[in-house]
Structures are given as C-alpha cells and as structure tokens.
C-alpha cells in the first residue's frame, strides 16, 4: 500500500507541475482549461514477475472502474506488442473537464483498486494533452 500512494503522491506532484508551472504559461494553466474537455495519457509498466492472469484482471479492473467515472469521455487501454516497451502499456483517457479526471484520483475506491494491484503494475507518469485549436 505504501508503494501506490507513493505512485499517486508521484502523480499528483507531476499534475501539479504541469498546470501550475509558473515559467510555462500555456493554455494548461488557465481557469478555462479546466472546465475544458482534456486527454490523459497514463503510462503503465507491468510487472514481469507477476503472473500474465493476474497483471491482465488487475488491468481490467481498473479500466472497468475508470469506465463508470463521471465526466469520462472515452478511453482505451493499450500494450505494445514489443515485448521489451518501456511502459507496456498506455491508458488513454478523456475526460469533460481537469475536475473529473482529479475526482478520478481522490475516490477511495480506486485509491483501494491501485493498493489492491499495486504488485501488478506500476503507473510511471501521467501527460496531459489538450486539443489543439
């Protein structure tokens, strides 16, 4: 358990960075974005020594609980077909606005999901990416 929320802190501090960054005045970080529609891409290193089974159910689950979040557009999670692809995987999230995808993060239920598999994958550093207009 102490591993995942380490992983989240990570990910929240990189969040952080992004919108808040004051030497990067881009569209990122104006009030507006925020109740814009964004994409997140999350990258994602599996485990090798977990068993292949229990890393895809534990994959699965989250994506399935992700699917019921409010305010999410659509995504899909991908693998590389190489097998030595650092990470493994990519989820691609969208989101109706920042808001959505940050309640995402502080529900306790996913907080649980990601203690839960934290032996079967790793997230490595989320991106966010707005459309270009």
Do not use: C
């Amino acid at each position: 358990m102490k591993r995942s929320i380490i992983q989240l802190f990570a990910l929240f501090s990189m969040l952080a960075g992004l919108l808040l960054s004051a030497g990067n005045a881009s569209a990122q970080t104006t009030e507006t974005t925020r109740d814009n529609p964004l994409t997140i891409v999350i990258p994602i290193s599996v485990n090798k020594s977990s068993p292949a089974a229990e890393t895809t159910a534990a994959l699965k689950a989250t994506q399935a609980f992700i699917k019921q979040q409010p305010g999410l557009i659509d995504e899909q999670l991908m693998e590389s077909k190489n097998p030595d692809a650092k990470p493994s995987h990519v989820h691609v999230t969208r989101w109706k606005n920042l808001v959505s995808w940050e309640n995402l993060f502080s529900n306790p239920e996913f907080n649980a999901l990601n203690a839960k598999y934290h032996n079967a994958y790793t997230i490595d550093a989320a991106q966010l990416y707005l459309p270009v207009k």
